[in-house]
């Protein structure tokens, strides 16, 4: 028989890790200080320690921001309506708190995972997401609240089965990025559960693009499609890192080898460190695309990489879009017509919303 009941956010254990990320940050910035104090802080020192300060820095804003983040999503609560959520049938319920944070907007996601004891990757067999929009909450007497529902598929496995490895799991991400919270949640097969709920009655109906995305998409008149992706945000991250470690060897140099007849050769060392550095940021950039062009006569995709030529590939030599999910995010691949994937390109989506839009224009497109 159903019942309300509120599932504990699971998430909020992350207040232990919040912890281990501040005793690191303190126990690397300590160091750091007491070496500089030791070493009177001179140029020479500061060069060399400037690296580990820029780690540092990053260690204690990754403290801050899990800080913030547990401090404003601690209110968030599940109650569900359905209990148990029902294989062939459906799970519904409300998220409650954070007022502020669901004003923002959301996304709740129902996953059934495939748990592994060993450091094998969780496995995921099936998921649907709601968007939910910003300024859609209702008021109720227990504050802001969002209710959601979800129809799930009777081919899904329920909670407990294969030797206790299928978990089922509710999650709540801001459109902003932010992971508000987590929850466990139980799904069963019982009297309820009915075979016309099937997988392929759960397609969206219509496929839009998600506000959060910040991909830019434009349509000719022809059909095709151009699609402008953005770049990476860490890209920025390791030029600052490249920069900093290059100024510090300059610098260190400097202050220990200012007249050798050898300095030269230090000097191109660290020219060539630099240019690792460097090769290594063009590597990512060399599977990210900056546009792709699709219509019905051929693929033209454009990569971040400056030292990378547009790539043209045959409309005939594209059998389909596929997404796939691995490793925390969604891929969306490039089928070839002989049914392999083509490999030199690297589609990444936000979630599985922006996956299945993307993959949904690409696949237009290259069929009109």
């Given at each position: 028989?159903?019942?309300?009941?509120?599932?504990?956010?699971?998430?909020?254990?992350?207040?232990?890790?919040?912890?281990?990320?501040?005793?690191?940050?303190?126990?690397?910035?300590?160091?750091?200080?007491?070496?500089?104090?030791?070493?009177?802080?001179?140029?020479?020192?500061?060069?060399?320690?400037?690296?580990?300060?820029?780690?540092?820095?990053?260690?204690?804003?990754?403290?801050?921001?899990?800080?913030?983040?547990?401090?404003?999503?601690?209110?968030?609560?599940?109650?569900?309506?359905?209990?148990?959520?029902?294989?062939?049938?459906?799970?519904?319920?409300?998220?409650?708190?954070?007022?502020?944070?669901?004003?923002?907007?959301?996304?709740?996601?129902?996953?059934?995972?495939?748990?592994?004891?060993?450091?094998?990757?969780?496995?995921?067999?099936?998921?649907?997401?709601?968007?939910?929009?910003?300024?859609?909450?209702?008021?109720?007497?227990?504050?802001?609240?969002?209710?959601?529902?979800?129809?799930?598929?009777?081919?899904?496995?329920p909670s407990e089965s294969d030797d206790g490895r299928i978990a089922w799991q509710i999650t709540v991400q801001t459109h902003g990025g932010g992971f508000a919270g987590a929850f466990d949640v139980p799904v069963y097969r019982t009297a309820q559960s009915s075979p016309e709920v099937t997988e392929?009655?759960?397609?969206?109906?219509?496929?839009?693009?998600?506000?959060?995305?910040?991909?830019?998409?434009?349509?000719?008149?022809?059909?095709?499609?151009?699609?402008?992706?953005?770049?990476?945000?860490?890209?920025?991250?390791?030029?600052?890192?490249?920069?900093?470690?290059?100024?510090?060897?300059?610098?260190?140099?400097?202050?220990?080898?200012?007249?050798?007849?050898?300095d030269t050769a230090i000097y191109l060392g660290i020219a060539a460190v630099a240019l690792v550095l460097i090769a290594i940021i063009q590597m990512g950039l060399f599977f990210a695309p900056r546009l792709l062009r699709v219509g019905r006569d051929e693929l033209r995709m454009r990569f971040l990489?400056?030292?990378?030529?547009?790539?043209?590939?045959?409309?005939?030599?594209?059998?389909?879009?596929?997404?796939?999910?691995?490793?925390?995010?969604?891929?969306?691949?490039?089928?070839?017509?002989?049914?392999?994937?083509?490999?030199?390109?690297?589609?990444?989506?936000?979630?599985?919303?922006?996956?299945?839009?993307?993959?949904?224009?690409?696949?237009?497109?290259?069929?009109?």
């Amino acid at each position: 028989m159903n019942e309300q009941r509120t599932i504990p956010n699971v998430n909020r254990k992350s207040i232990v890790g919040v912890l281990f990320i501040w005793l690191f940050a303190g126990f690397w910035n300590g160091f750091i200080v007491v070496m500089l104090l030791v070493a009177r802080g001179g140029p020479l020192m500061l060069a060399i320690a400037s690296p580990f300060i820029l780690a540092g820095i990053y260690l204690l804003s990754l403290a801050i921001r899990a800080t913030l983040t547990v401090i404003r999503y601690r209110s968030l609560v599940l109650r569900l309506d359905t209990m148990p959520g029902v294989v062939g049938g459906r799970m519904a319920g409300t998220v409650q708190g954070a007022e502020g944070a669901l004003r923002e907007g959301m996304s709740v996601r129902l996953a059934c995972w495939r748990r592994y004891r060993s450091d094998t990757t969780d496995d995921m067999l099936w998921e649907d997401v709601l968007d939910v929009a910003p300024g859609s909450v209702v008021r109720s007497p227990a504050g802001a609240t969002v209710p959601f529902r979800f129809d799930i598929p009777f081919e899904c496995e329920p909670s407990e089965s294969d030797d206790g490895r299928i978990a089922w799991q509710i999650t709540v991400q801001t459109h902003g990025g932010g992971f508000a919270g987590a929850f466990d949640v139980p799904v069963y097969r019982t009297a309820q559960s009915s075979p016309e709920v099937t997988e392929k009655s759960l397609r969206p109906r219509t496929v839009s693009q998600p506000q959060y995305s910040k991909v830019h998409l434009e349509r000719a008149a022809d059909g095709a499609v151009e699609v402008r992706f953005p770049k990476p945000t860490w890209v920025w991250k390791w030029y600052l890192f490249t920069l900093v470690v290059t100024l510090s060897g300059l610098v260190a140099v400097r202050q220990k080898v200012p007249d050798q007849l050898w300095d030269t050769a230090i000097y191109l060392g660290i020219a060539a460190v630099a240019l690792v550095l460097i090769a290594i940021i063009q590597m990512g950039l060399f599977f990210a695309p900056r546009l792709l062009r699709v219509g019905r006569d051929e693929l033209r995709m454009r990569f971040l990489s400056m030292f990378r030529g547009a790539t043209v590939m045959p409309s005939a030599n594209i059998a389909d879009f596929v997404i796939k999910y691995a490793n925390g995010k969604y891929d969306v691949d490039l089928q070839r017509a002989d049914g392999k994937v083509y490999p030199w390109l690297f589609i990444t989506a936000v979630d599985k919303r922006e996956a299945d839009w993307l993959a949904h224009e690409l696949r237009g497109a290259l069929r009109k």
